[in-house]
């Protein structure tokens, strides 16, 4: 949770903003963890059949996953970093994850992903690839 700065003299307090209650991680010693990263591809427009390394997928930040349960409820939410990673904190269970659409209607947004969590078991791994478009 965040803390509230008290106000100075002559400004607009802000509000301060919390989580809701359906985005809150369980309590560590309960949770699992999910791991992923987010990439974007192709990024070049032919794609040979001995690849270039510099036609990689590339990470994509700023995408959003989101974490249902089995009710359709969103538990959670991670925005990927600029290289392209992301980790949700969650209850055991198993959840669909599905990345969000972007503001780029070129690039679409991967399927979603099932996955489950456990509490004392490995970490999850999940990696999605929005296609670019780019043929």
Do not use: W
């Not at 990927?80 to 269970?93: D, I, K, Q, T, Y």
């Not at 969000?100 to 970490?123: E, F, N, W, Y």
């Amino acid at each position: 949770a965040a803390a509230s700065a008290a106000p100075v003299a002559g400004q607009t307090p802000m509000a301060t903003l919390a989580p809701p209650p359906a985005t809150q991680a369980p309590a560590s010693n309960e949770a699992g963890i999910v791991k992923g990263h987010v990439t974007a591809g192709p990024t070049c427009p032919i794609e040979a059949v001995s690849p270039d390394p510099g036609c990689a997928p590339k990470p994509l930040g700023g995408a959003i996953v989101i974490a249902t349960d089995a009710r359709g409820a969103e538990v959670a939410r991670a925005v990927s970093s600029a290289n392209g990673s992301f980790e949700l904190l969650l209850a055991p269970g198993t959840y669909e994850l599905t990345p969000q659409a972007l503001g780029d209607k070129m690039m679409r947004a991967p399927h979603a992903k099932a996955v489950t969590v456990t509490s004392s078991g490995p970490i999850a791994l999940v990696d999605f690839t929005y296609d670019t478009g780019i043929r």
